[in-house]
Nanobody, 118 residues
Framework: EVQLVESGGGLVQPGGSLRLSCAASGFILGTYDMSWVRQPPGKGPEWVSAINSGGDSTYYADSVKGRFTISRDSAKNVLYLQMNNLKPEDTAVYYC???????????WGQGTQVTVSS
């Protein structure tokens, strides 16, 4: 059974950092392109970042470029999102999912809440 479990969210002050993790089971991360998608309160989903199956290409939304870094640990089968210089507008539930631009037909985790507030 394919399962994605996010962790690492929380409350952080503006300018702070968090690292989100997405533990995969039931498949090998390196066989899929993977993404992070977020949903701010009261808004629709927003694609944030992706990494290709080879792990050598990464992609970012303009809103997070230069502040967020996507990576993965193949040995641990875990996907990460390092988030630096967080802003209040980064407040959202963050999901990991398979595919470069995930759809409802892809595998999704349950999400982890990130709140940026002073």
């Amino acid at each position: 059974e394919v399962q994605l479990v996010e962790s690492g969210g929380g409350l952080v002050q503006p300018g702070g950092s968090l690292r989100l993790s997405c533990a995969a089971s039931g498949f090998i991360l390196g066989t899929y392109d993977m993404s992070w998608v977020r949903q701010p309160p009261g808004k629709g989903p927003e694609w944030v970042s992706a990494i290709n199956s080879g792990g050598d290409s990464t992609y970012y939304a303009d809103s997070v470029k230069g502040r967020f870094t996507i990576s993965r640990d193949s040995a641990k089968n875990v996907l990460y999102l390092q988030m630096n210089n967080l802003k209040p507008e980064d407040t959202a539930v963050y999901y990991c999912a398979t595919n470069k631009v995930p759809s409802v037909d892809d595998y999704w985790g349950q999400g982890t809440q990130v709140t940026v507030s002073s």
